[in-house]
């Protein structure tokens, strides 16, 4: 029997998994830092990293107690090495290594964008290889073609802000709490998606990459118009001819969210999620179709999100395409998809040794 502890402190949860033979899981134990950031509307790296480090000992007993096993019972630690915030990444590769040395137990490598990829698998153990994947979360919106275990090509990505990132940028916008994504699917459910026009960006465009900024500013134009507020002149260009002033509008011209109607926020919302959900699923069907693949993953936090997962599912059934999406438990960040994916590098003969470092960014 392999047993595999999960370690992932990429961002702001804290999280350890214990993984039998790469399928069943043991013990899976999450601490999330939301109410820790909510009053800053968004992550803050240090603070991040200080609570991991207060954090991290105590899900770490609690993950091998529901486990009912010990470090000695261990076949080998799996950690996330990247990409994600360097300090908190610090903290789980500091605690991992000390513990493999401990306990004289192998360590793995874990790329976090691969252990999403492996919670759709955990879930889905009929899905093989090969499959398109989108891994679409508050750092990422990333699309692959994943070959085989191990074997990644990326299709596309964002050209600015990840899907997740967005939802957040606009719920602060419009006074909701964070994290953004569950408080704007809440709100767009009173809302009618057709009541406000947004644009549809990259439509045209044969590239499989996305963007989300251009949407941003027109959720800004929106609540600014609506607010009564001095939207800066649309008619003055930037160089290539897009509207000028727009990065400073976002940060300096923010309406306050009182003023707007709570009818107006809801219509914003879920005329904000379809443009969103839109542009994810045409991209990603897109990409499946135009690999000659019939299945589809996908996963990271935004996958949570019902109307995304409704609209997949629909489309894909239309396109011939079967979508695998995880429960939301592991589509937002967790222990078991790193220990799952960690098993799988372990079964391949992967080790990390004590000289294993921290990425920001790490390509799959
Ligand atoms: O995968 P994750 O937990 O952490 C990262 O690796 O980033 O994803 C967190 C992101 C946040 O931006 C959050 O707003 C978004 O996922 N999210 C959602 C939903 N639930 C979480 N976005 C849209 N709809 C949701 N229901
Ligand atoms: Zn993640």
């Not at 991209?283 to 996963?299: C, E, N, P, Q, S």
Request: with cysteine; proline share 6%.
């Amino acid at each position: 029997m392999d047993l595999i502890l999960g370690i992932e402190t990429s961002c702001d949860e804290t999280a350890a998994a214990v993984l039998e033979d790469g399928r069943t899981l043991r013990s899976s134990v999450v601490l999330s830092q939301e109410t820790l950031h909510a009053p800053f509307g968004g992550i803050v790296p240090e603070l991040a990293s200080r609570r991991h480090l207060e954090t991290l000992g105590p899900v770490l007993r609690e993950a091998l107690r529901r486990a009912d096993v010990t470090l000695a019972d261990l076949t080998a630690l799996a950690v996330t090495a990247g990409p994600g915030l360097l300090g908190s990444l610090l903290v789980g590769l500091s605690t991992a290594k000390a513990l493999a040395f401990a306990a004289r137990k192998p360590l793995v490598a874990v790329n976090h964008l691969e252990g999403h990829i492996y919670g759709a698998l955990l879930e889905h153990p009929d899905l093989c290889f090969p499959f398109a994947a989108l891994v679409v979360s508050g750092g990422h919106t990333h699309l692959y073609e994943a070959k085989a275990p191990g074997e990644y090509r990326l299709l596309g990505c964002t050209r600015d802000d990840a899907a997740g990132e967005a939802f957040d940028k606009v719920a602060k916008l419009l006074g909701l709490p964070f994290p953004g994504g569950p408080a704007i699917e809440e709100t767009a459910k009173a809302g009618d998606p057709k009541a406000i026009r947004l644009p549809r960006a990259l439509v045209g465009d044969r590239s499989l990459d996305f963007s989300f900024s251009g949407l941003k500013t027109a959720v800004l134009l929106a609540v600014q118009a609506a607010a009564g507020d001095p939207a800066r002149p649309p008619g003055r260009r930037g160089r290539r001819g897009s509207p000028v002033a727009v990065r400073g509008a976002w940060n300096t011209l923010t309406p306050s969210p009182r003023r707007l109607a709570p009818a107006f926020v809801a219509d914003l919302c879920a005329a904000f999620q379809e443009a969103v959900v839109e542009q994810l699923a045409r991209k990603a069907l897109t990409a499946a179709r135009r690999v000659g693949l019939r299945r589809l993953v996908v996963a990271g936090g935004v996958a949570c999100n019902q109307a995304l997962r409704a609209h997949l599912q629909a489309r894909g059934a239309e396109a011939g395409i079967a979508v695998a999406c995880p429960s939301p438990a592991l589509c937002t960040d967790n222990a078991a998809m790193i220990a799952a994916a960690g098993f799988a590098r372990y079964a391949r003969g992967d080790r990390a040794d004590f000289s294993l470092r921290a990425f920001a960014s790490l390509p799959l």
